[in-house]
């Protein structure tokens, strides 16, 4: 997991900073029009592969709430930080390395999600914008304990999951009017993560490392930005995630402030 991450942060790093290099010698000053602050909730429903070779399937459903404070460090270019809460539900899930075989119908597990986005303006042309934006989250779920149901003895399971997720591409917006821009979206979006069981029955005790992978890596969206105030604009974005026999999904919706 730990290589994973580091990855990917070299790949967004790799596709950032020639965005972020100027020939010349230039500070960008900060000043308040370039502060923005973002909140988002989003859920999503997307196929994870698990087990040893990868070869068994379920569903991973996710909700986020999500802080982004951040600002404008060269014209066009807006890098903000991802702070926030996270709920993972991981059932269906099957752990066969332990003393007793488990399922999960755990529901829910909290957790928190932490990150960051890079937003950079490539062309500007009549009503249209290009723009390519990268996202990285990494939740890290909280170590949660439950009784084992179905034995004459009293039985615990410990579990402890986490997830990282990558995406980037480009984006197509149309400015409709001064108040109200839609815009598509293709990018690259790759989940991955491990889920920790551990088991103790009387003497008997076990621990297994899940590992997880998204079924697709593809998104397509649609969304919508308005500004309903000055400064203050409303956003909707809903994504499909394609695959042979089934449809991944995300719903978003948020608020920027630039102050």
Known sequence: MAKQIC????????????????????????SSKHIKLGIEAEFFDRLIKWDENLDQTSSLKSYLFLLKPGYEIIEGTFVSAVLGYSLSNFDQMIFRELPFSLE??????????????????????SDFTLTVRGQFIYYMGFKDQWEIPGLNVEGTATGTPSW????????????????????????????????????????????????????????????????????????????????????????????????
């Open 7 to 30: 990855l990917s942060v070299m790949i967004i790093s790799l596709i950032t900073v020639p965005l972020f290099s100027s020939p010349q010698s230039y500070q960008p000053e900060i």
């Open 104 to 125: 999960l119908n755990t529901g829910y597990i909290d957790g928190i999600a932490l990150g960051g986005n890079v937003l950079a303006r490539i062309i500007d042309y």
């Open 164 to 259: 990282a997720r990558l995406a980037a591409g480009p984006k197509v917006s149309f400015h409709v009017s001064e108040y109200l821009r839609p815009y598509v979206s293709a990018q690259y979006d790759r989940l991955w993560g491990t889920f920790n069981m551990e088991e103790e029955i009387e003497e008997l005790s076990g621990e297994q490392d899940m590992k997880i992978e998204s079924k697709s890596c593809i998104n397509f969206s649609v969304g919508v930005l308005y500004e309903i105030i000055d400064q203050l604009d409303l956003k909707a974005e809903a994504s499909v995630l394609p695959l042979e026999s089934s449809i991944g999904l995300s719903i978003m919706a948020g608020a920027i402030y630039s102050f």
